[in-house]
């Protein structure tokens, strides 16, 4: 186990990804990284109700940018004002991130599982 995974291990993280495929796979990473995925949204609506249930105790999140043509940003908004931080994922690089997010890490689609972590690591380890 390395230094990365001990600062992942038990993180709890929500997971907004669309594509059902990627889901998967990132889910099996975080679990491999130690974390316990609290939850999988795959539409802006479904990630909305998971960063406003003030119940569910998160520790950060991975968050794709566009679900669907909807962009994930109401999902992020949220999050920061609960104080979850967050990373994005997104097949557009970081010229699809607006100004106020400009500090948030983001991984160009395909990552690979060192990039993921190091990110996770650096927001939430």
């Given at each position: 186990?390395?230094?990365?995974?001990?600062?992942?291990?038990?993180?709890?993280?929500?997971?907004?990804?669309?594509?059902a495929?990627?889901?998967?796979?990132?889910?099996?990473?975080l679990?491999?990284?130690?974390?316990?995925?609290?939850?999988?949204?795959?539409?802006?609506?479904?990630?909305?109700?998971?960063?406003?249930?003030?119940?569910?105790?998160?520790?950060?999140?991975?968050?794709?940018?566009?679900?669907?043509?909807?962009?994930?940003?109401?999902?992020a908004?949220?999050?920061?004002?609960?104080?979850?931080?967050?990373?994005?994922?997104?097949?557009?690089?970081?010229?699809?991130?607006?100004?106020?997010?400009?500090?948030?890490?983001?991984?160009?689609?395909?990552?690979?599982?060192?990039?993921?972590?190091?990110?996770?690591?650096?927001?939430?380890?």
């Open positions: 186990m390395t230094s990365a995974d001990v600062l992942l291990n038990g993180k709890r993280v929500l997971v907004v990804e669309d594509e495929f990627v889901a998967l796979m990132l889910e099996a990473l679990e491999g990284f130690g974390c316990d995925v609290v939850g999988v949204a795959g539409t802006l609506s479904r990630g909305l109700e998971y960063a406003a249930d003030e119940a569910l105790a998160i520790d950060g999140a991975v968050l794709d940018i566009n679900l669907g043509g909807e962009k994930v940003f109401p999902v908004r949220r999050l920061l004002a609960r104080g979850v931080p967050f990373i994005f994922c997104t097949g557009y690089g970081v010229a699809g991130v607006p100004g106020d997010f400009a500090g948030v890490p983001t991984i160009a689609k395909p990552y690979l599982e060192e990039t993921l972590k190091t990110a996770l690591v650096a927001q939430i380890g």
